[in-house]
């Protein structure tokens, strides 16, 4: 392993206790789902760790952060650090330093420290519909930009002038308020009541049905077996095409800008 991947899977071990404890299930997601099946480990050239947990999970890891985390370690995410600045969530060891895009302009640096960090990013039951997609598509996209206001999500995703105005303009006066607000909105679904998830981040709003992240699967990462997606293959075609199960190209394989 890398050097930046043995502090990754240093933290993951970390998460993958603390879920066993607790009763938590987590997904392995993107190129680290990626890498347990094709190399049941790291990509050779990967560089982060992402991780999906449903709501309800989600939930239970936020609760657990406050009483059975490792000394050292802080769960950064909107709803327990105000001030941070990403929608998703990430589990980071304080000790360390690993510095970040979005640290370079953050306000509160003492609130969102420049260590090694897991991402976990929320799945958010939603009830599906294509216009309904669209709109909860834009105010998601608004929401993280509100937190991140470089992030460019709106731009990127061609959200309505008037809609982001109608946001940003009150966050300037009321910036908590307006999460709050927004958070009430977009994550008040049941999963029960629900056949499809919604990821949890502005920039890419992927939608999946609900079978595909239900009981985990689990395989060999590492020297950890890991959780995985109930649906390995659907889930990973849909997200990177037929031929994530190939060796890319060598101009292919690189890590993340960060």
Known sequence: MLP?????????????????????????????????????GFLPWDDD???YMTRKNWDKFKEVSKYDFPENRILLCPELVPTYTNLFGRYCDTTTTALHK?????????????????????LDPIPYTEDFIEKYAQKLCVLSEILNPVGNYSARW???????????????WNKEK????????????????????????????????KEWFQKPTEALYEDTMAMMPT?????????????WSYLPRSTEQGGHVD
């Open 178 to 209: 307006v999460v709050r607000e927004l958070f009430d909105e977009l994550f008040c679904y049941e999963e029960e009541d629900c056949d499809y998830f919604a990821m949890r981040w502005g920039g890419i709003p992927l939608v999946f049905p």
């Open 4 to 40: 930046q991947q043995k502090e990754l899977y240093r933290l993951f071990k970390e998460i993958d206790e603390i879920c066993r404890k607790h009763g938590i299930e987590y997904y392995l997601s993107g190129g680290t789902c990626i890498g347990a099946l094709r190399h049941k």
């Open 49 to 51: 760790m992402d991780l």
């Open 158 to 172: 061609l959200v309505k002038p008037g809609l982001y105005i109608k946001y940003a303009w009150r966050a300037m």
């Open 102 to 122: 979005h640290n370079m302009y953050v306000k509160h640096p003492e609130d969102d420290p420049c260590g090694y960090i897991i991402d976990i990013l929320p």
């Open 231 to 243: 649906m390995n293959n659907a889930y990973l075609t849909m997200h990177y095409g037929d031929a």
